[in-house]
C-alpha cells in the first residue's frame, strides 16, 4: 500500500517569514495530495489540494508543488502569520482508493 | 455548527469494557470514515464505508467494530481487543468521488484505564 512520509516534524518559523513542508510517497499511481490544517483543540480542514496533472498551485499565501518523478510534494506558506500556527498533514491517495495521511509537522510562528 | 457531529466529546472507560463513539453527519454524503490520531503518528484510518450497509477496513482495524444501518450514521465500537485503546478519534465524510474534501468532526478523546 501506500507510504507518506512527511518532514520536518516540527518547524518554527518567524513571523512574516517562509515555511516549506514537504512530503513523499510511495505509489506511483498516487493521483491526489491534498493538505490539512488541524489548529489546537479543532479538526483537520483542507487548505489546499492538487492533482498529478499539475505541478503546482497556489491559493493567496499557499502553495503547492508536485514532483512525480521524484514522488515528492510541497507545502510552501509565505508571508507567514500567527494564525498559520497549527499542525499541516499532507496526504496521498489513486484513484477512488483511501487517502494514506502523513504523520504531520507542528508549525510554530514566532512574533 | 452542521455537518458532521460526533458525542461525546470525552469518554472514560475501564479496560475491558466495550465502548461505541458516535458519528452523525447532516450533509448527505455518501462515505464515511474513521480515522485514529495518536502523537507523532498522523491520522490512521480504521474503517471506511462508501455506501450504506458495506464498509472496509483501514490500515488498523483490529480491536474495532463498525455498522452503516444509515447514511447519516457510522458508530465505532472500540472492543476489549483493542491493546491500545486510549487515543483521540476523528470521523469524517466526503461526497465519495476522487478529490472531494473530507469534512472532519471535532472528534473524541476516549480514555480507557
Known sequence: GENVEQHPSTLSVQEGDSAVIKCTYSDSASNYFPWYKQELGKRPQLIIDIRSNVGEKKDQRIAVTLNKTAKHFSLHITETQPEDSAVYFCAASRGNEKLTFGTGTRLTIIP | ?113
Not at chain 2, 476489549?80 to 473530507?102: E, H, R, V
Open chain 2, 1 to 113: 455548527d452542521g455537518g458532521i457531529t460526533q458525542s461525546p466529546k470525552y469518554l472514560f472507560r475501564k479496560e475491558g469494557q466495550n465502548v461505541t463513539l458516535s458519528c452523525e453527519q447532516n450533509l448527505n454524503h455518501d462515505a464515511m470514515y474513521w480515522y485514529r490520531q495518536d502523537p507523532g503518528q498522523g491520522l490512521r484510518l480504521i474503517y471506511y464505508s462508501q455506501i450504506v450497509n458495506d464498509f472496509q477496513k483501514g490500515d488498523i482495524a483490529e480491536g474495532y467494530s463498525v455498522s452503516r444501518e444509515k447514511k447519516e450514521s457510522f458508530p465505532l465500537t472500540v472492543t476489549s481487543a483493542q491493546k491500545n485503546p486510549t487515543a483521540f478519534y476523528l470521523c469524517a465524510s466526503s461526497i465519495g468521488d476522487i478529490g472531494s474534501p473530507l469534512h472532519f468532526g471535532n472528534g473524541t478523546r476516549l480514555t480507557v484505564t
